[in-house]
């Protein structure tokens, strides 16, 4: 039988681990890319770190969709600060591969960061995470992504709510003076009583409920964001999600392309088009 690894042996041997991967992919890609979502998902959305923000996810603390603490967490094992670490080795071999050091932007991605349900405190602990990490002296993180997994609400007091709180976010993430992206953006549609309407069901009204939507977050992502900070939005889904709910694929059977599953264009396409033209 093993004998256990003590904390500190387990925090060496991750901390070798981690820096073996990430060092082969800044030798992989050879200086080519130039931004990296180095931290993905840090933040839980309870918990308290002591000072008033959300605690990190941990297997304690996790938010993993009922997958009962059984995630791997890197920070149970590197501590609090272990953003640190990758970040640090980004640096280092990105460096030592061809790349220009002023080039890289290295991102820290989560999701809820528009939370309306509790007054966008997610994004308000992230930044206070990230002010401690880079409070070393040493440790710089470029930007901010955020994933906007959203949905139209038939509920117009509910709906209002989180656009007001939308464009919380984007004047909290300025504020921040980091680079800002929208990372994962796409959209559901729930009706009245809280229902998920799936795509079979959805009604042309709907669809174009759907397409102001997209065209008010893309069009705040432009006022609110400066110039200098923008990075850019990613659309999540390209076509409507297949299948049904349950289904392994994501938000299965949902409207959450900007095209259908035959790849014509919706309604929600000329609402992004018309965002990003300032329409």
């Given amino acids: 039988e093993g004998i256990p690894l003590t904390p500190e042996e387990k925090k060496e041997v991750l901390t070798n681990e981690l820096e073996r991967w990430i060092k082969g992919m800044m030798e992989a890609c050879g200086g080519s890319v130039t931004a990296w979502d180095v931290v993905n998902e840090p933040i839980s959305g309870g918990g308290d770190d002591g000072n008033g923000n959300y605690a990190l996810q941990s297997a304690t603390n996790p938010d993993d969709n009922g997958v009962g603490g059984q995630n791997f967490y890197w920070q149970d094992f590197l501590g ?10 980004a640096r280092k071999y990105f460096a030592e591969n061809g790349g220009n050091s002023g080039d890289l932007k290295l991102f820290i991605n989560d999701y809820n960061l528009e939370s309306w349900w509790d007054n966008n405190k997610k994004v308000k602990s992230l930044i206070n995470w990230i002010k401690r990490w880079e409070s070393d002296g040493e440790t710089k993180i470029d930007g901010i ?52 309407v799936l795509t079979k069901d ?4 709907q669809h174009k409920a759907m397409a102001e939507y997209y065209k008010f977050i893309v069009k705040k992502y432009f006022e609110i964001i400066p110039v200098a900070q923008q990075y850019g939005i990613t659309q999540w889904c390209a076509t409507d999600a297949p299948g049904a709910p349950g289904d392994s694929n994501w938000r299965g059977g949902e ?7 035959n790849y014509n264009r919706k309604h929600t396409y000329a609402g992004f088009a018309d965002g990003l033209a300032g329409k």
């Avoid at 959805?202 to 009204?205: G, N, Q």
């Fill in 255 to 261: 409207p959450v392309g900007l095209w259908d599953s």
């Fill in 80 to 89: 609090d600060d272990y953003v640190r670490i990758p970040i640090k080795f």
């Fill in 145 to 196: 992504g955020t994933q906007m997994h959203v949905a139209y609400r038939a509920n117009a007091a509910d709906q209002q709510k989180q656009e007001e709180h939308v464009v919380k976010m984007f004047e909290i993430l300025a504020k921040s003076g980091k680079l800002v992206k929208v990372s994962e953006l796409d959209m559901g549609y729930v009706d009245e009583s809280g229902t998920t």
């Fill in 202 to 205: 959805m009604t042309e009204e």
